[in-house]
């Protein structure tokens, strides 16, 4: 048998941690005005988040400040919309469904949104490594991608 060191693979935490919500130490909630977060689990290597989305609830363009992750998709469906840009080209946008059960881990230099585009509440897990201290949020533009924002741990969020 073979075992995962599971203290650097996000989604072996994140798929941990799904797989027991009578743990949690809060029950999942739902805002109906924007998506509900709440960190589950902080350590010296990585973070632990729960986050629920109602029906058209998403996140802007944004990185994780050099964090790595992944996130497990509790229930519901989520979309994922990643970028990529690359040398003297616009950026490009690739989008994926993820259902329940579903996960995706990324890298240190991962932009991406997140919507609930289905007509169900949906949850998810996500672990991020090291914890979080800032986050980028970016748009689209004709050429490249245009910084909006840098926002930073315990302030903005």
Excluded: C, K
Excluded at 28 to 34: A, C, E, I, Y
Excluded at 43 to 64: A, I, K, R
Excluded at 76 to 101: K, Y
């Amino acid at each position: 048998m073979t075992v995962v060191d599971t203290r650097l693979d996000h989604l072996a935490i994140a798929t941990r941690f799904a797989a027991a919500p009578e743990q949690w130490p809060v029950a999942p909630r739902f805002n109906p005005v924007d998506r509900w977060y709440h960190r589950l689990n902080v350590t010296g290597d990585y973070e632990v988040w729960l986050l629920t989305w109602l029906p058209g609830q998403g996140t802007d363009l944004h990185d994780h400040g050099g964090s790595a992750g992944a996130f497990h998709v509790f229930g519901g469906t989520l979309t994922e919309e990643t970028v990529s840009v690359a040398s003297g080209r616009a950026p490009r946008i690739t989008s994926r469904e993820l259902g329940e059960g579903a996960g995706r881990r990324f890298g240190t230099h991962h932009i991406h949104r997140m919507t609930n585009r289905s007509s169900r509440p949906a949850i998810s897990v996500h672990v991020y490594g090291p914890a979080l201290t800032t986050m980028t949020r970016y748009r689209v533009g004709a050429e490249a991608l245009e910084v909006l924002s840098v926002e930073r741990a315990g302030v903005e969020w």
